[in-house]
């Protein structure tokens, strides 16, 4: 989940005074951010819409929310084609970055120094899950994106993975170890 203060978030057209489960964050727009939210919270929201007062006024929140309510009645069935939620989205997103980092030179030109640079500066502006995106725009500003060499890179994305991990509550990465689970596989 997105745990953070921005959690009960609420914007113009919204849930303004609703009661929000833990974890659940709502976008810029005042509406359930999907991929800001964890499955569970989302599905807890969902179910208590649907069994409370609340869910007629909140009936505005469409046709994902009445998906999600759904869905939350047979979690064991929920088909694996639904809307990405803040970890399967987060789980994506770190292959594709750990996979850019095992596949960049280790002696990059300045246009590939340069594209890398774009790329995160763009990605982290319109990654889809606005509470991650803002945090790791606020790192990118603090730890500047190092793109010397192809472990440069990897390092730098593995301290910044693991200071989300650190905001999660998670245990960190042992980032001398990053090639060996994005590029060359474990050693023996
Ligand atoms: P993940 O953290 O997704 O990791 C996938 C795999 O990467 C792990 O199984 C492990 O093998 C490996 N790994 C773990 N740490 C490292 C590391 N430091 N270096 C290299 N490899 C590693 N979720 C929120 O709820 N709130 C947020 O604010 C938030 N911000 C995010 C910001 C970004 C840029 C991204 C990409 C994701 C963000 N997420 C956020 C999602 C979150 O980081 C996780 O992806 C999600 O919680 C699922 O976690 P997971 O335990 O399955 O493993």
Not at 92 to 105: D, E, R
Not at 116 to 141: H, I, N
Request: hydrophobic share 35%.
């Amino acid at each position: 989940m997105a745990a953070d203060s921005r959690e009960t978030t609420s914007a113009a057209g919204g849930a303004e005074g609703q009661k929000l489960p833990p974890g659940m964050v709502l976008g810029k727009d005042g509406k359930p951010c999907r991929s800001c939210t964890s499955g569970a919270a989302f599905k807890s929201w969902s179910a208590n819409l649907k069994s409370s007062t609340v869910g007629a006024s909140a009936a505005g929140f469409g046709a994902a929310a009445g998906a999600a309510a759904a869905a939350s009645t047979s979690p064991s069935t929920t088909p694996n084609d639904c809307p990405p939620d803040v970890e399967a989205l987060g789980r994506s997103t770190w292959t594709l970055l750990h996979s850019i980092a095992a596949t960049y030179p280790k002696e990059p030109s300045s246009t590939q120094k340069s594209d890398l640079k774009t790329f995160l500066g763009a990605f982290s502006r319109l990654y889809p899950c606005w509470v991650c995106a803002e945090d790791f725009q606020s790192y990118m500003a603090t730890q500047q994106i190092a793109v010397g060499s192809r472990d440069e890179f990897g390092k730098w994305l593995c301290e910044a993975h693991n200071a989300v991990n650190t905001k999660l509550g998670k245990s960190t990465f042992d980032c001398s170890k990053w090639e060996e689970r994005w590029r060359t596989g474990w050693k023996d």
